[in-house]
């Protein structure tokens, strides 16, 4: 399903913009900007793991920059880890390039989209970046601000061909 609109398929609080997302090729983002970020939709029983940024005081999905060298997976699967302390069951399934506008300079770049399960819930600890995870369900309040670009790609990594809380073990 490639979504393309005249108007944004979502927008935030501080002006980015959420204008494209196509499934296509992991190796082949969009060729018209910059793809230099990963994030994850991590499903357990029907909730997505959700992070606490501290920097931008938003509920979002894990993910971040990929690093010199590094592919659009293993740094989805690295930020994962780094920013909540938990791990998928089995591979990442790629579902999409996201693309964004970003404020305040209009900024256009592409984000990588996986998703995965987890059997279990591993323990967490608050760092410097991520002050909290939730598996939020897509439907109950998330106290505080819930970065909306990121709740419309949970929503898709559901879509994409694979139930919201697909399993790989199941």
Do not use: K
Request: net charge negative.
């Amino acid at each position: 399903m490639t979504e393309h609109a005249a108007e944004p398929l979502a927008v935030d609080s501080r002006g980015n913009l959420l204008v494209s997302f196509e499934p296509g090729c992991e190796d082949s983002p969009p060729g018209d900007a910059p793809a230099p970020l990963a994030l994850t939709a991590l499903w357990h029983q029907g909730s997505v793991l959700m992070v606490h940024d501290r920097h931008r005081n938003a509920w979002e999905l894990p993910g971040g920059r990929i690093d010199p060298g590094e592919s659009a997976r293993h740094a989805a699967v690295r930020e994962l880890f780094e920013e909540s302390g938990q791990e998928p069951d089995g591979p990442l399934r790629f579902v999409g390039h996201a693309g964004f506008v970003l404020a305040p300079r209009q900024r256009r770049e592409y984000g990588a989209l996986f998703a995965g399960a987890a059997r279990d819930r591993r323990g967490f600890e608050p760092n410097g970046e991520i002050r909290a995870i939730h598996w939020w369900d897509l439907r109950s309040p998330l106290p505080g601000r819930v970065a909306q670009l990121d709740v419309h790609l949970a929503r898709l990594s559901g879509q994409s061909g694979t139930p919201v809380g697909w399993h790989p073990l199941t």
